[in-house]
């Protein structure tokens, strides 16, 4: 079955420091990737997608990399804030209609 | 404002009683979507429907219910055959069909029992 994982459950960056939190998935026919972000107590919030016919895809302070090859993708954010400090999670779809496949989530922390 | 409501907001139940998380959305979405959420843990998919009068289960379904007889709600009953209910849910939705980034969630519900 689909698997997606993340390589580490922390991570801890200065502000204004880039951050990259990592992603691994299993499954060869997933068709899009997703971020999510959850703040404390809330629902998940969309962040930036990808389809899997494209390597890279930016959007405002955010750029995902995917990488077919070895089934990995990464979100970068370009100078952290503390706002961005919540987990994120990296999701996996089209391989079954109408689902998608989370994994644990990172959970990033912001230091002033 | 469009959106996708979860109600309540926190829920405590005690042991043998069934309770039920209302999901209700205006976005016009054909899915909708129901998944738990523990701590340290990703969103595990209990239930979902694709249209109305119709619902598949996902990968955690025993000890849930779910019905769907308006578009716009997608109630879950957390029955008293669910061992260990306490936990983080969140509904979402999404339009019928399309790729699932147009996936909205709600504010979750928690549930303890106590």
């Known amino acids: 079955g689909e698997s997606v994982g993340l390589h580490l459950p922390t991570l801890s960056v200065q502000e204004g420091d880039n951050s990259i939190i990592n992603c691994a998935y299993s499954?060869?026919?997933?068709?899009?990737f997703i971020w999510y972000k959850q703040e404390s107590g809330k629902g998940p919030q969309f962040i930036i997608d990808i389809r899997s016919n494209m390597d890279k895809r930016q959007g405002q302070r955010v750029t995902v990399l995917l990488n077919k090859t070895v089934k990995h993708l990464s979100l970068q954010i370009a100078a952290t804030q503390p706002g961005d400090s919540a987990v994120y999670f990296c999701a996996e779809g089209g391989s079954t209609l109408g689902r998608l496949y989370f994994g644990r989530g990172t959970q990033l922390t912001v230091w002033p | 404002d469009g959106g996708i409501t979860q109600s309540p907001k926190y829920l405590f139940r005690k042991e043998g009683q069934n309770v039920t998380l209302s999901c209700e959305q205006n976005l016009n979405h054909d899915a909708m979507y129901w998944y738990r959420q523990d701590p340290g843990q990703g969103l595990r998919l209990i239930y979902y429907?694709?249209?109305?009068?119709?619902?598949q289960k996902g990968d955690i379904a025993e000890g849930y219910s779910v019905s769907r007889e308006k578009k716009e709600s997608f109630p879950l009953t957390v029955t008293s055959a669910q061992k260990n209910p306490t936990a983080f849910y969140l509904c979402?939705?999404?339009?019928?069909?399309?790729?699932?980034?147009?996936?909205?969630f709600g504010q979750g519900t928690r549930l303890t029992v106590v």
């Open positions: 499954n060869s026919a997933s068709d899009y």
């Open positions: 979402a939705s999404s339009r019928q069909g399309a790729r699932s980034t147009e996936a909205f």
């Open positions: 429907s694709q249209i109305v009068n119709d619902f």
